[in-house]
């Protein structure tokens, strides 16, 4: 009996040293995932205003195919929640951000297919097109 109660006394706990080598090994993980984590949170911010322009695009056609609309005539985001087309977006960066929409009527009457959009963002500069979307 002495004997196993020995050896439950003289059972050390984890060294400094190997309490360092845990530290160290989670410190180099840490190093590595947080850039990972990083990117991957500002790619989905740029992937979720790409899906807001679009849907701001798809109002704005809807608009476009329900009323009469002239060649190089422009609405407001904000006319087109006012009229019921588009709930109020979120924008997680400002220079995606949509604030106007500028048709361009191709042919006679707007069918859908002759009607192309332009997007207008912050202080009156070109939106950045749908396509060409960066961080």
Excluded: C
Excluded at 1 to 26: F, H, S, Y
Excluded at 37 to 54: G, L, P, R
Excluded at 62 to 90: C, E, H, K, M
């Amino acid at each position: 009996m002495e004997a196993v109660v020995g050896r439950v006394r003289n059972k050390k706990g984890l060294t400094l040293i190997e309490l360092l080598a845990v530290v160290l090994i989670i410190g180099i993980i840490a190093a590595i995932a947080v850039p990972a984590v990083s990117n991957a949170i500002e790619k989905s911010k740029v992937n979720a205003d790409k899906a807001t322009q679009v849907l701001v695009k798809e109002a704005a056609t809807r608009y476009a195919l329900d009323n009469t609309v002239a060649n190089g005539a422009t609405i407001s985001v904000a006319a087109l929640q006012a009229a019921g087309y588009l709930n109020p977006p979120t924008w997680n960066k400002a220079q995606h951000q949509v604030t106007t929409i500028t048709f361009t009527v191709t042919s006679g009457t707007n069918t859908g297919d002759n009607v192309k959009l332009a997007i207008t963002g912050p202080g009156g500069g070109t939106g950045v097109p749908f396509d060409d979307l960066t961080d």
